[in-house]
């Protein structure tokens, strides 16, 4: 029998095509979140409710309403910059918020989530690609605020009985403009949209870091389509269904692409340039990550299929035409996750 499913942060980029694929798939989807920038968001496909995860009176009453077996986190403060020079809010909401929820949603009875996690987790790589046993040193308060939520989860399954899996994404990207869902951040801080801003209003995109030690000079990333992400947390549930057997799994390609080639690849595909500004690096950041996911694909049956860059950019462009230019268009999502 398929499980009532609570998606916190389902209104954001990532959480939305989550929320939708479980849809897809007959699961019973509830999304929670705070529509902190008063995004419009009402799908035909899932129940909403608006409200914070440290409101824990509304997350048991949300989970008790609608029976949820099983919680799905994807609410989260995600920009790496600005958990450097801002730290208190990410630590707010990343760490305090996030533990609140999840002691609501423990002592409302759920026994199953799916964490939202990061490859910042594991700081400047020693090794690549990188492997979940990989060393974890986090570079910054983003990635500091994922992993002491896996140390959070890691105990509360020793202690209260419950299970989980941690997908720790690489870099999520692409969208499912045919839906009606993609990557609009207030502020944006990702690559594949913000180059593509660039070239629609000829604003110069700026690179951070033409100095790293890669082939061209910038930083090297595992772009993976939020669709195969979205796909991962339907296996990961599967998974635990079946096995109830604890985990984290890397969600990569296995394929670094570096920031020119992202420009590069969008140049082709639209024809037309991007303008750019060579800036220096951002404190926080590392040359190059890419995933080893084979433990994903070897226990959870998951392989990235979306993942091209051709692709993931192809629907970001779509994605952006539906935004920019059809005033039709209701079904926009600002993310907050």
């Avoid at 392989?303 to 970001?316: D, G, R, T, V």
Wanted: one cysteine or more.
């Amino acid at each position: 029998m398929k499980k009532n499913i609570l998606v916190a942060g389902g209104a954001g980029y990532i959480g939305s095509h989550i929320a939708y694929l479980l849809a897809a798939h007959d699961y019973q989807v509830v999304i929670f979140d705070s529509f902190v920038y008063d995004q419009e968001f009402s799908p035909s496909w899932a129940t909403v409710v608006k409200g914070e995860i440290a409101d824990t009176k509304l997350v048991q009453e949300t989970i008790k309403k609608y029976d949820i077996n099983a919680i799905v986190h994807c609410a989260a403060r995600i920009e790496v910059g600005r958990s450097v020079t801002d730290p208190a809010d990410f630590y707010q909401t990343n760490l305090i918020d996030t533990a609140l929820f999840f002691e609501a949603a423990r002592k409302s009875g759920v026994k199953t989530y799916i964490f939202s996690s990061s490859c910042a987790v594991y700081g400047d790589p020693v090794t690549l690609p990188l492997h979940e046993s990989h060393s974890k040193n986090p570079l910054n308060p983003y990635g500091k605020t994922k992993r002491a939520i896996e140390w959070l989860l890691e105990d509360y399954a020793q202690a209260y009985d419950i299970q989980y899996v941690t997908l720790r994404y690489f870099n999520a990207s692409g969208a499912l403009p045919e839906v009606g869902i993609g990557e609009c951040h207030d502020p944006e801080t990702h690559l594949i949209p913000l180059a593509i801003d660039a070239l629609q209003t000829q604003r110069p995109l700026k690179i951070f870091g033409t100095d790293y030690s890669t082939p061209d000079g910038t930083a090297i990333r595992d772009y993976v389509h939020v669709i195969d992400i979205a796909k991962a947390h339907i296996q990961a549930l599967e998974h635990l269904d079946k096995t109830a057997i604890s985990g984290y799994f890397n969600l990569g390609t296995g394929e670094g692409h570096s920031v020119k080639k992202v420009i590069e690849t969008i140049e082709s595909i639209s024809g037309k340039k991007v303008p750019i500004l060579e800036m220096p690096r951002r404190e926080g950041d590392t040359a190059i990550l890419v995933a080893d996911a084979e433990e994903a694909r070897r226990i959870l049956n998951w392989k990235p299929e979306h993942s091209s860059l051709e692709f993931i950019i192809q629907s970001a462009l779509k994605w952006e035409l539906i935004r920019f230019h059809d005033q039709r268009q209701k079904k926009i999502i600002v993310s907050v996750a």
